[in-house]
């Protein structure tokens, strides 16, 4: 089954404008963030319009190489140009440096899309580079998996020692 399929199975319109979004950064830690409850506001600041032209997003975090664990599903209700002042920034961010700089502040309100799926394993193929694409009705994502209950890292493994 693919992305595509399980959305539509849900009674998800895909003739709206959807984009897929991994987030896996050298720079910020995203899993980090996640934890931290702080990926919403991360994920509505972004320096270039990527969101600008799509309806919805459904987001991502990076997984085991080519993989993307479902995070939820988001709708694009507008934008406008950052100001911190104005913004709800999260206390304890830990990137502010990333304030410092002109960016494009999105209105993503959360939707119950595929909500029981929180566990939800895609594979992103090779396009890893491409942190966001389109949701296409032929060639989309591949389920994989879905996590057990309490997942929070894979067993690295026991180790000998002496």
């Known amino acids: 089954?693919?992305?595509s399929e399980l959305v539509a199975m849900r009674g998800f319109d895909l003739s709206k404008k959807i984009k897929l979004v991994r987030h896996q950064d050298q720079n910020y830690?995203?899993?980090n963030l996640y934890k931290?409850?702080?990926?919403d506001f991360y994920q509505t600041l972004?320096?270039?319009d990527v969101f600008g032209n799509c309806e919805y997003i459904l987001s991502f975090l990076g997984h085991e190489r080519t993989k993307a664990i479902y995070i939820g599903a988001y709708k694009v209700n507008g934008k406008s140009n950052f100001e911190e002042k104005a913004s709800q920034v999260p206390i304890d961010y830990p990137y502010?440096?990333?304030?410092?700089?002109?960016l494009i502040q999105y209105e993503l309100i959360k939707t119950s899309l595929?909500?029981?799926?929180d566990r939800?394993?895609?594979e992103w193929r090779s396009g890893t580079r491409s942190w966001y694409q389109w949701l296409a009705k032929e060639d989309s994502k591949t389920v994989v998996e879905i996590l057990p209950v309490g997942y929070v890292k894979d067993f690295p493994g026991l180790t000998m020692c002496c």
């Open 36 to 39: 931290l409850k702080m990926l």
């Open 46 to 48: 972004q320096s270039n």
């Open 29 to 31: 830690d995203t899993q």
């Open 1 to 3: 089954m693919n992305l």
């Open 96 to 102: 502010m440096e990333i304030l410092n700089q002109p």
């Open 120 to 122: 939800l394993v895609i």
């Open 114 to 117: 595929l909500d029981d799926f």
